[in-house]
T-cell receptor, first 111, second 113 residues
Framework: GEDVEQSLFLSVREGDSSVINCTYT??????LYWYKQEPGAGLQLLTY?????DMKQDQRLTVLLNKKDKHLSLRIADTQTGDSAIYFC???????????FGTGTRLQVFP | DAGVIQSPRHEVTEMGQEVTLRCKPI?????LFWYRQTMMRGLELLIY????????DSGMPEDRFSAKMPNASFSTLKIQPSEPRDSAVYFC???????????FGPGTRLTVT
């Protein structure tokens, strides 16, 4: 199937960790991505992971990939108010050039 | 690099009018993608080009939509005639194959009244 699913909302307190989850359906996915969209702006590429990796860390961001369960997560450590945005996961499937996007998770950070 | 450039940033037009959206990809990128974002349907891929050639236009809603890429540094998405249901944010993105890093422009917010 085509679906890439995410929960719609996440609310966290400033300084806590945020974990945004994503599930996908196609086991042929080769690369999986996380994008951030702030209000009125385009999508900013945060990070991506190749499907033969389990984890990738980049400063405050940690991506975990469970291929068996087709589950991808993005952990943001020490979440700040500037992290408030919509986060999209996306996948590229084998032998295609198209990014398939999830529905997006709106992260709200409160003081 | 200036990133992906789109113009105009905002467009308000009346139903029935022709609308042209413009995109300049990042220099050296050979893939260009057009997306549409709405609350109801999320992010939809409309069409993409590789080396200026349209590869997949299966996401183009109907014949009122057309896209061209006359050269490596410019693409247009045209809607003629426009309808209120075309109101959305239209994004252009580019990528340097075989890199898998796809970069988005700031978008054009289209309102058709």
């Amino acid at each position: 199937g085509e679906d890439v699913e995410q929960s719609l909302f996440l609310s966290v307190r400033e300084g806590d960790s945020s974990v945004i989850n994503c599930t996908y359906t196609d086991s042929s996915s080769t690369y999986l991505y996380w994008y951030k969209q702030e209000p009125g702006a385009g999508l900013q590429l945060l990070t991506y992971i190749f499907s033969n990796m389990d984890m990738k860390q980049d400063q405050r961001l940690t991506v975990l990939l469970n291929k068996k369960d087709k589950h991808l997560s993005l952990r943001i450590a020490d979440t700040q108010t500037g992290d408030s945005a919509i986060y999209f996961c996306a996948e590229i499937r084998y032998n295609t050039d198209k990014l398939i996007f999830g529905t997006g998770t709106r992260l709200q950070v409160f003081p | 690099d200036a990133g992906v450039i789109q113009s105009p940033r905002h467009e308000v037009t009346e139903m029935g009018q022709e609308v042209t959206l413009r995109c300049k990809p990042i220099s050296g990128h050979d893939y260009l993608f057009w997306y549409r974002q709405t609350m109801m349907r999320g992010l939809e891929l409309l069409i993409y080009f590789n080396n200026n050639v349209p590869i997949d236009d299966s996401g183009m809603p109907e014949d009122r939509f057309s896209a061209k890429m006359p050269n490596a540094s410019f693409s247009t998405l045209k809607i003629q005639p426009s309808e209120p249901r075309d109101s959305a944010v239209y994004f252009c993105a580019s990528r340097a194959g075989p890199s898998y890093e796809q970069y988005f422009g700031p978008g054009t917010r289209l309102t058709v009244t």
